[in-house]
C-alpha cells in the first residue's frame, strides 16, 4: 500500500483565504494585481483557530465566503487528541499523540515542556519545508506552556521569522502580553493595536510582503488564540451580536444519559446559572472571532495586489472543537464527541474546484505530509499521516482512509480554564475533570469508543448524528469484538502502519 502521494505543485493553507472587507469575490489576481514574478513552487498560508465549534462558522462570513466557497470543504475532518497542546504537536509532527509522547497540555507528558524535552520540536513542517527551500514563519499561539524552561529568548529550529506569544493567561486575553520575536521579547500593552489577533495579522503580513519582495515561496503558519477562553473580543467588536446565544441542538442539555459511561451519567443537568455563563461565554466568542474573518480578509487582499493569490493555497482549521452545553457538558473539549473532535477544514488553492466538498476522512496528522507533498519536501519515516492533496483535486484514491483513531489521557491540570472572565469560573467549575483515557476511531458513519473502565460507546451517525443512544449496550458480543479488533492495531500504530491499519474497511454491523 502506497504510504503517501507526493505532488509538486499543490499546496495547503489553513484560515487565510478570505479576501477583503468588501468581499471582493475574484478568484484570480491577473487583471488586478502588478506583474510579479512568482516564486518556483507556491505558497502555503496556513491559519489555525483555537477552540473553534464548527458550529461558529457561520459568525466567519468572509472565511465561508472566500475560502469555502471559493475552495474546498472537508465534511469529515478530525482531530485525534480534541486537546490544545497534543493537537498542534500533531499538526507539527504529523504524528499520532500516541508517537509524539504529548498527551496533554501540562504535567510530564504534556505542554511545551513534553515536546521539548523529547525532542518533537527538533523535526517539524517547519525544518522540512525550510529545508525544501522555503521561507518559514510562525505567529501567535504555539505550545501550552511555551517557552517553559527553554528560556525567553529560544526559538524552536526550522522557522525564517518566529513570534510565539509568553503562553500565558495574559497572552489569552489578548492585552498585556509578551510575544518572543526572533529571540528578543516584545511587550504588547492595552492599546487596540495591541490586540492579539491584530499583532499576530500584522506580524504575518510583513513576512509575506518581505518574502514575496525576495521571490521565494513562503510557508506561513498563523496559530490565532481566538475563540479561546477568556474569548476576548477587540474593543470595536464589544456590542455586536446582542442577544445571540449558544445553540441549542438536541445533545443541549442532555435528559436522559443512563446509556452513558459514567463519567457522564455523573455529570447533573445545567441550572439557570450555567446555562446564563455559556451564552455569556457564547457571545464573546463569536465576536472574538470577528478580528480573525479581518485578518483573513487583509491578508487575502495583501496576497492579490502582490499578484500571488492564485499561486498560493490557503487552508482554515482549527486545533479542536468545543461543547457549550452538549450532553450536559458546560464547556470545555476532551470529549470524544462530534463536537469536540469534528472541526472545520477548508481549504483553497489552484487547482481546487470552487464551492466543492469531499467525504473522505481526514484529520490533523494529515496537515504535515500535505504540506510537505505541495513544497517538494523530503519527510521522516516516522509520519503515520498521509498527503490529502488527491482529496483536495478530486483524484481516484488508491489508499484512502476508513476511519480516523481517537485517544485521550487524563489531564493532570486544568491548565485551560484558570482564565481572567466570570463566567469562565462558573463553568470550569462545573465541566468533568475526570473524563478516563480512552481510544476510539470515528469512521464516516459510527463512532466507537473504548475507555480503561471497560466501557464502550457505539453510535450510528447516519440516524443519530447528535450522539444520543448509546448502542453498545445492546450490540452482540461479535459486533463488539469487531470493532475492538479493528481499533487495536491503530493503537499503538507507528509511520505506515497507520496508514495500513486505517485504510483497512471498518466493521459494518452497529447490532
Known amino acids: 500500500m502506497r504510504r503517501r502521494v507526493v505532488t509538486v505543485g499543490l499546496a495547503a493553507a489553513v484560515v487565510l483565504t478570505a479576501c477583503s472587507g468588501s468581499g471582493s469575490p475574484h478568484r484570480s489576481s491577473s487583471s488586478t494585481a502588478p506583474a510579479t514574478k512568482p516564486p518556483t513552487k507556491p505558497n502555503i498560508v496556513f491559519v489555525l483557530a483555537d477552540d473553534l465549534d464548527l458550529r461558529e462558522m457561520s459568525y466567519l462570513p468572509s472565511v465561508r465566503r472566500l475560502v469555502a466557497a471559493q475552495g474546498m470543504t472537508l465534511d469529515n475532518y478530525f482531530v485525534s487528541n480534541s486537546l490544545c497542546c497534543p493537537s498542534r504537536t500533531t499538526t507539527l509532527r504529523g504524528q499520532f499523540a500516541h508517537n509524539t509522547g504529548v498527551h496533554s497540555n501540562a504535567g510530564p507528558q504534556g505542554g511545551f515542556g513534553a ?51 509568553i503562553d500565558s493567561p495574559r497572552a489569552y486575553g489578548e492585552y498585556d502580553y509578551d510575544v518572543i520575536h526572533n529571540g528578543q521579547v516584545e511587550h504588547h500593552g492595552k492599546r ?47 456590542t455586536k451580536f446582542a442577544g445571540a446565544r449558544a445553540p441549542r441542538p438536541a445533545s443541549f442539555d442532555e435528559a436522559d444519559v443512563s446509556d452513558k459511561p459514567a463519567w457522564l451519567r455523573a455529570v447533573p443537568r445545567l441550572t439557570p446559572k450555567l446555562t446564563t455563563a455559556l451564552d455569556e461565554l457564547y457571545l464573546r466568542r463569536i465576536r472574538s472571532l470577528q478580528a480573525v474573518d479581518r485578518g483573513v480578509a487583509g491578508l487575502v487582499d ?18 479542536n472543537g468545543f461543547h457549550l452545553g452538549e450532553h450536559r457538558l458546560p464547556a470545555g473539549k476532551r470529549t470524544p464527541y462530534d463536537d469536540d473532535i469534528h472541526v ?45 492533496l488527491d ?10 482512509r476508513h476511519a480516523y483513531l481517537l485517544e485521550h489521557w487524563p489531564e493532570p491540570t486544568s491548565g485551560d480554564n484558570d482564565l481572567n472572565a466570570p463566567s469562565v469560573g462558573t463553568l470550569a467549575k462545573a465541566e468533568p475533570s475526570g473524563i478516563p483515557p480512552y481510544t476510539g476511531v470515528r469512521t ?13 460507546e457505539l453510535y ?40 495500513v491499519a486505517d485504510g483497512a474497511a471498518p466493521p459494518t454491523s452497529l447490532k
Not at 446 to 455: M, S
Open 192 to 238: 487596540a493595536a495591541d490586540y492579539g489577533t491584530t499583532v499576530y495579522t500584522g506580524l504575518a503580513r510583513g513576512f509575506m510582503q518581505r518574502e514575496t519582495q525576495q521571490h521565494k515561496p513562503f510557508f506561513l503558519y498563523l496559530a490565532y488564540f481566538a475563540p479561546h477562553q477568556p474569548a476576548t473580543p477587540a474593543r470595536r467588536d464589544l
Open 344 to 388: 472545520p477544514l477548508f481549504v483553497r488553492g489552484p487547482g481546487i474546484a470552487a464551492g466543492s466538498h469531499s467525504a473522505a476522512i481526514g484529520g490533523n496528522v494529515d496537515l504535515a505530509s500535505t504540506f510537505a507533498a505541495i513544497g517538494a519536501a523530503k519527510l521522516p519515516s516516522f509520519e503515520d499521516g498521509r498527503s490529502l
Open 391 to 400: 482529496v483536495w483535486h478530486a483524484k481516484p484514491l488508491s489508499d484512502p
Open 302 to 319: 495583501q496576497l492579490r495586489a502582490a499578484g500571488q493569490l492564485d499561486n498560493t493555497y490557503f487552508v482554515f482549521t482549527s486545533d
Open 444 to 456: 464516516a458513519t459510527a463512532l466507537y469508543v473504548e475507555y480503561v473502565t471497560g466501557e464502550r
Open 115 to 165: 515536546a521539548y524535552k523529547g525532542g518533537d520540536l527538533t523535526a517539524t513542517i517547519g525544518t522540512w519545508m525550510q529545508s525544501a527551500g522555503y521561507a518559514t514563519a510562525l505567529y501567535g499561539k504555539f505550545l501550552n506552556g511555551y517557552p517553559g524552561r527553554a528560556g525567553r529568548s529560544y526559538v524552536p529550529d526550522g522557522w525564517t521569522d518566529w513570534g510565539g506569544a
Open 460 to 499: 450510528d451517525l447516519t440516524t443519530d448524528p447528535d450522539e444520543l443512544h448509546n448502542l453498545a449496550g445492546a450490540a452482540s458480543t461479535k459486533t463488539l469484538n469487531a470493532w475492538h479488533s479493528y481499533l487495536a492495531p491503530l493503537v499503538d500504530c507507528h509511520g505506515n502502519g497507520c496508514v
